[in-house]
T-cell receptor, first 112, second 118 residues
Framework: KQEVTQIPAALSVPEGENLVLNCSFT??????LQWFRQDPGKGLTSLLL?????REQTSGRLNASLDKSSGRSTLYIAASQPGDSATYLC???????????FGTGTRLTIIP | DGGITQSPKYLFRKEGQNVTLSCEQN?????MYWYRQDPGQGLRLIYY???????QKGDIAEGYSVSREKKESFPLTVTSAQKNPTAFYLC?????????????????FGSGTRLTVV
């Protein structure tokens, strides 16, 4: 059974710093990995999707990488801003279980 | 604009009452999903449907029911059999099963319904 872990559960950094969020998964047989953002009391907003054949995806200040063999993905946020404060979730779709399996998220706080 | 609409935003349920949460999408997506979110537990799959008139149980289907009579709509009923229904409910959709398209397409989520038992 696929398990997705995100460490740390919470992170606080000063504004302007670059930061990395981590996601690990136990079964490398995945179709894709998706990073989401969730603001308090809101739904999920998709940030980046990496297909299993890809190594990374970029959107603006965000860069997500995928290393299937080690079961890891990272989300890099450059020049952090207070508006980046939110919970970040990663999720994978695995072979034989074509639904999203979520990590429990990292709650990010950017300190002005 | 295309997207997923969930209603209502807030819902209150009395003990022993069934309530229905609405989820409508205009993205022409084939697959739709219901997730439950509790603090500290992440998102858990309740039910999913990949085609009209067909749906499958997820990890925590007990006490819930769904229907998929139209491609655009996937309502979730929380029955009185669900003993701890207070949670945040999220509906999602995707174009096809990941198997069909080798994982090219991701999921789109609605803004959620917060259900509280009173």
């Amino acid at each position: 059974k696929q398990e997705v872990t995100q460490i740390p559960a919470a992170l606080s950094v000063p504004e302007g710093e670059n930061l990395v969020l981590n996601c690990s998964f136990t079964d490398s047989a995945i179709y894709n990995l998706q990073w989401f953002r969730q603001d308090p009391g809101k739904g999920l907003t998709s940030l980046l999707l990496i297909q299993s054949s890809q190594r990374e995806q970029t959107s603006g200040r965000l860069n997500a990488s995928l290393d299937k063999s080690s079961g890891r993905s990272t989300l890099y946020i450059a020049a952090s801003q207070p508006g980046d404060s939110a919970t970040y979730l990663c999720a994978v779709v695995s072979f034989g279980n074509e639904k999203l399996t979520f990590g429990t998220g990292t709650r990010l706080t950017i300190i002005p | 604009d295309g997207g997923i609409t969930q209603s209502p935003k807030y819902l209150f349920r009395k003990e022993g009452q069934n309530v229905t949460l609405s989820c409508e999408q205009n993205l022409n997506h084939d697959a739709m999903y219901w997730y439950r979110q509790d603090p500290g537990q992440g998102l858990r799959l309740i039910y999913y449907s990949q085609i009209v008139n067909d749906f499958q149980k997820g990890d925590i289907a007990e006490g819930y029911s769904v229907s998929r009579e139209k491609k655009e709509s996937f309502p979730l009923t929380v029955t009185s059999a669900q003993k701890n229904p207070t949670a945040f409910y999220l509906c999602a959709s995707s174009i096809f099963s990941a198997i069909d398209l080798q994982g090219d397409y991701g999921y789109t989520f609605g803004s959620g319904t917060r259900l509280t038992v009173v």
